[in-house]
C-alpha cells in the first residue's frame, strides 16, 4: 500500500485507490485490534482517516459540493474514536514532559499526576462504548467507500490537483502569520492542521520528488510532530486544571504547568523558524514548480521510476522501510 499517485496512473483512478487502500486498512485495524491491542489499532485507523482527508482536500476543486459532505463523514468518524485514544494519548504527553525535565521534577509529584491520568483513561473506558463506536466507525468508513466511485473526479494531469495544492498551501502561510501575530493555543492549532494538508500533499505526489523536495517533506514532518506536541500540551494542561485535586493538588499542578510551558515556548519556536523556511515561496511559484517536476515525471521511462524505487529504499535503509506504516 502506497500513500502516492503513480505515474502512469490517472488522477481520478490515484485518488479512489489510495482512498480505498486506507480505508480498508482502517476498518481492519478497527476490527481485529482487541483487547491491550485496541488502543494502538484505533490509533492507526485515525491517522488512515486523516491521511484520506488529506487525498480529498487535494482534489477538493473537483469534488464540488460532495467535498463537504464526505470531509464532515470523515470528520465525525475520526472524533467519535478520538475520545478513545485521547485519554491514552495523554499519558505519554505526560511522560514526554516528565522525562524532559526529570531534573526538575519530584517523582512524587509526578507520580501523582500521573496516577491520576491511569485513572481518567480507566473512567473514560467505562463510559465510552468502545464496541458501538467501533461498529460505527466501520459502518461509515464502509458507506464512504462504497460512494467512492460516484465521486465526481474526471480532470486529470496536473490540473486535477493545482487547486487543492495551491489552495492548502496557501492556507499554511496565513495561519503561520496568525500564530506569529496572535500566538494562543487556537491560531497554532489551526495552523497545525494546515501543516499536516500539506505534508500529506507532498506525500501524495512523493513521486516527483528531487533533493529538494525530500528535505521538504522531512521538514514537514518535523514541523507537523512540534506543533502537535504543543497542542498535546495544551490539552494535558486543560485536564490538569479542571481538577487540581486529582493530580496532587493545585501546587502540583502549577510546577508542573510551569514545565508545560517551557516546553511550549521552545517548540513553538522552533515551529515559527522552520515554518519560515517552509513557506518562503508565494503559492504561484511552487505551483508552477510543481507543475513542471510533474510534467517531467510524466514523461519518464518505466525504467527511470523502477530506478527512483530502489533509491528510495536504499536510502531509508531497512529499519525506516519496516516503520514507515508507523508514520501517519
Given amino acids: 500500500m502506497a500513500y502516492r499517485l503513480k505515474a502512469k496512473e490517472p488522477v ?5 485507490r489510495i482512498v480505498r487502500e486506507e480505508i480498508e486498512f482502517a476498518i481492519n485495524q478497527l476490527t481485529s485490534g482487541k483487547g491491550s491491542r485496541r488502543g494502538g489499532a484505533i490509533h492507526e485507523a485515525r491517522k488512515s482517516i486523516k491521511k484520506i482527508r ?4 487535494l482534489v477538493q476543486p473537483e469534488l464540488g459540493p460532495i467535498y463537504r459532505k464526505e470531509n464532515e463523514r470523515l ?7 478520538s475520545e478513545i485514544r485521547d ?8 511522560d514526554g514532559v516528565a522525562k524532559k525535565y526529570d531534573d526538575q521534577l519530584k517523582p512524587e509529584a509526578g507520580r501523582a499526576i500521573r496516577r491520576g491520568l491511569l485513572n481518567n483513561k480507566k473512567q473514560t473506558e467505562k463510559r465510552v462504548k468502545v464496541d458501538a463506536v467501533v461498529h460505527q466507525a466501520v459502518s461509515s468508513l464502509r458507506a464512504i467507500s462504497r460512494d467512492v466511485d460516484s465521486w465526481p473526479l474526471k480532470t486529470d494531469g496536473f490540473d486535477a490537483i493545482a487547486g487543492g495544492f495551491k489552495r492548502r ?5 496565513y495561519a ?7 500566538p494562543s493555543p487556537e491560531t497554532f492549532h489551526e495552523w497545525r492542521k494546515r501543516v499536516k494538508d500539506h505534508w500529506y500533499h507532498v506525500r501524495l505526489l512523493e513521486s516527483l520528488w528531487t533533493g529538494i523536495f525530500q528535505a521538504r517533506e522531512s521538514a514537514l514532518k518535523e514541523l507537523e510532530t512540534w506543533l502537535g506536541d504543543d497542542h498535546n500540551l495544551v490539552v494535558l494542561r486543560e485536564k490538569l486544571n479542571a481538577d487540581p485535586d486529582r493530580y496532587g493538588g493545585e501546587r502540583n499542578v502549577q510546577l508542573f504547568a510551569g514545565l508545560m510551558d517551557e516546553y511550549s515556548k521552545e517548540l513553538r519556536e522552533k515551529s515559527l523558524s522552520s515554518g519560515e523556511r517552509i513557506y518562503e515561496q508565494k503559492p504561484k511559484l511552487l505551483v508552477r514548480e510543481m507543475s513542471k517536476l510533474w510534467n517531467a515525471w510524466k514523461d519518464q521511462p518505466a525504467s527511470m521510476t523502477d530506478l527512483q524505487k530502489e533509491q528510495r529504499v536504499q536510502k531509508k535503509g ?5 516503520a514507515k506504516r508507523a508514520v501517519a
Avoid at 481520478?12 to 479512489?16: A, S, V
Avoid at 485519554?87 to 505526560?94: D, N
Fill in 54 to 57: 488529506g487525498a480529498v482536500r
Fill in 87 to 94: 485519554a491514552e494519548a495523554i499519558i505519554e504527553v505526560f
Fill in 176 to 182: 503561520m502569520e496568525d500564530a506569529r501575530n496572535d
Fill in 12 to 16: 481520478p483512478d490515484g485518488i479512489r
Fill in 75 to 81: 470528520g465525525d468518524t475520526g472524533r467519535h474514536l
Fill in 318 to 322: 531497512p529499519a525506516q522501510v519496516k
Fill in 169 to 173: 498551501y496557501r492556507s499554511g502561510r
